[in-house]
């Protein structure tokens, strides 16, 4: 079935410690994105990508990056620099193909939390 | 900037009750629209979504919402709620699908009483 992966899904980091979230989609999507998401909050875009070897910041990008090397993959690394990284971290992607509605499918998640 | 505004933070329905779920966005021109659903440590599934045409749209799970330009609302509705419906609902707008980035509205958690 075509869908999108997660890894992992509960992570722990200590202060001062860089980790990198995965996402894999086979669903042939050309546009990756990168939310997060804190209780009471919604959906916060973080980065995303339209194309391979292309990406833009989203809403809350700081302490955040990202690659697109492939179009099946877009990991997210959270480094250092992120003041607050405790969070529920979600990949989705779109087609970007004419007639397209805009529909995001999701992946189940990555559970951050520092210690 | 285009936002999206869900006015209940909580809803409690009882089994078997109807439900209505706001959702309100503001912005100059009709965006592409949407309601997910998402349960406890999970992703978000599409419920349904409205770009053009008939203002009542159906979707999954005996959901229907309404698009009322004039009020800028989009609802999301069920005629009756069941157990597996409590969640957290989320309305989504998207102005440009070329631009592909949704906005979300902060989400509406629902308990279903038995």
């Known amino acids: 079935d075509g869908g999108i992966t997660q890894s992992p899904k509960y992570l722990f980091r200590k202060e001062g410690q860089n980790v990198t979230l995965s996402c894999e989609q086979n669903l042939n999507h050309d546009a990756m994105y990168w939310y997060r998401q804190d209780p009471g909050q919604g959906l916060r875009l973080i980065y995303y990508s339209q194309i391979v070897n292309d990406f833009q910041k989203g809403d809350i990008a700081e302490g955040y990056s990202v690659s697109r090397e492939k179009k099946e993959s877009f990991p997210l690394t959270v480094t250092s620099a992120q003041k607050n990284p405790t969070a529920f971290y979600l990949c989705?992607?779109?087609?970007?193909?004419?007639?397209?509605?805009?529909?995001?499918?999701f992946g189940e998640g990555s559970r951050l939390t520092v210690l | 900037a285009q936002s999206v505004t869900q006015p209940d933070i909580h809803i409690t329905v009882s089994e078997g009750a109807s439900l209505e779920l706001r959702c309100n966005y503001s912005y100059g021109a009709t965006p592409y629209l949407f309601w997910y659903v998402q349960s406890p440590g999970q992703g978000l599934q599409l419920l349904l979504k409205y770009f053009s045409g008939d203002t009542l749209v159906q979707g999954i799970k005996g959901f229907e919402a309404e698009f009322k330009r004039s009020q800028s609302s989009f609802n999301l509705r069920k005629p009756s709620v069941h157990w597996s419906d409590a969640a957290e609902y989320f309305c989504a707008v998207l102005l440009n699908t070329n631009a592909g980035k949704s906005t979300f509205g902060d989400g509406t958690t629902l308990t279903v009483k038995p």
């Open positions: 989705a992607s779109s087609s970007v193909r004419v007639a397209n509605t805009g529909e995001l499918f």
